[in-house]
């Protein structure tokens, strides 16, 4: 489990978090949602040890996470697909995908993980050669999946994966992200696409200004009056 307590993150002036704490317990999806600027991408950032918290603690299995590099965390299982896609546009598809495993020394392993996120993704199983950067939006987003995916996590963060995409595209995304809790995989999601990210998470918090003003399960929260008014456009 993931367990975030008191939480407050600062940089450039702003005071970015102030006191959050929430759970992402094993083998759910617990999606965070908020307005531009409200700390969703922070809270994501601190967990990877991008930022530097001033105070609080995040622990992941009962062990500390503040100050420890970031390819330590890495190693207990957490991943991230980072907001933006971030794919290595002058790599191929494969080499992309190859680097998510750049810590793992099981080749063969590899191999067969490599077989299975193109069993998840077949489009880029077509495009396996072809340069990243030659994708389309959707295509780099599965390519982003994708490469968290071979690092083997058991935590995956995700930062806004439907952002500028295509309505049925974002319909595929959060079925992948379904399919890849479904095969054990804990998922915490960023996403301004509340009304989606809702429908398919088992718990959610609310993100106002760096403070958690509302929490419950995604369907709780999908008839919640302030929600829908704030978040889901009615």
Same mark, same amino acid.
């Given at each position: 489990m993931l367990k975030i307590e008191n939480l407050h993150v600062s940089y450039g002036g702003i005071h970015a978090l102030r006191g959050i704490s929430l759970e992402v317990p094993d083998g759910k999806i617990v999606t965070l949602i908020g307005a531009n600027g409200a700390g969703k991408s922070t809270t994501l950032r601190t967990i990877s040890g991008l930022i530097k918290a001033d105070s609080g603690s995040i622990t992941y299995d009962g062990e500390e996470l503040l100050g420890q590099p970031i390819y330590k965390i890495l190693e207990k299982g957490i991943a991230q697909v980072p907001e933006g896609r971030r794919v290595f546009t002058n790599l191929t598809v494969r080499e992309n995908l190859k680097i998510g495993a750049y810590l793992r020394k099981d080749k063969a392993e590899i191999e067969k993980d490599l077989n299975w996120v193109y069993s998840l993704f077949p489009r880029l199983k077509e495009r396996d050669?072809?340069?990243?950067?030659?994708?389309s939006g959707g295509e780099q987003q599965m390519l982003a999946v994708g490469r968290a995916l071979m690092s083997r996590p058991r935590l995956m963060m995700m930062d806004e994966p439907s952002l500028g995409l295509a309505p049925l595209v974002v319909k595929g995304i959060f079925e992948i992200i379904r399919e890849i809790n479904a095969q054990g995989v804990t998922v915490l999601l960023i996403e301004q696409n509340a009304n989606m990210a809702l429908k398919t998470a088992d718990y959610a918090y609310v993100l106002e200004t !760096?403070?958690?003003?509302?929490? !419950?399960?995604?369907?709780?929260?999908?008839?919640n009056e302030d929600v829908k008014r704030a978040y889901l456009g009615s």
């Open positions: 050669w072809q340069l990243a950067g030659t994708l !760096g403070l958690i003003t509302l929490s !419950g399960t995604g369907r709780e929260l999908l008839v």
